[in-house]
Nanobody, 126 residues
Framework: VQLQASGGGLVQAGGSLRLSCAASGRPFSSVCMGWFRQAPGKEREFVAAMTWRVYNIYYADSVKGRFTISRDSAKGTVYLQMNSLKPEDTAVYYC????????????????????WGQGTQVTVSS
């Protein structure tokens, strides 16, 4: 599985960006795709995740109501629409994939995601 993230950039507070993560490789018969972020000096943080087939969706409390994760199964692509961006959203955003179904106890555990994209920088100015 190869993941290619894109769509980051510089935006003013209150603005929007859409990140894309194109996946290629083995069929995604039971894979969950997620987005994580890491700001300088901070630990990697869960943002959102969704499963390909069962269509379960998870969000971090900090982004609920502002970010939306979606997918285009035909293209093998997952999106993260980010609205009402805040300076604290500034980070490198990574897409990730796991080959096991998440549970409500482990969907945010980045150690369970075995495949990672290269990261894309999102900077929100105040």
């Amino acid at each position: 599985v190869q993941l290619q993230a894109s769509g980051g950039g510089l935006v003013q507070a209150g603005g929007s960006l859409r990140l894309s993560c194109a996946a290629s490789g083995r069929p995604f018969s039971s894979v969950c795709m997620g987005w994580f972020r890491q700001a300088p000096g901070k630990e990697r943080e869960f943002v959102a995740a969704m499963t390909w087939r069962v269509y379960n969706i998870y969000y971090a409390d900090s982004v609920k109501g502002r970010f939306t994760i979606s997918r285009d199964s035909a293209k093998g692509t997952v999106y993260l629409q980010m609205n009402s961006l805040k300076p604290e959203d500034t980070a490198v955003y990574y897409c990730a994939a796991r080959i096991t179904y998440p549970t409500y106890r482990d969907y945010s555990d980045y150690t369970l995601y075995g495949y990672w994209g290269q990261g894309t920088q999102v900077t929100v100015s105040s």
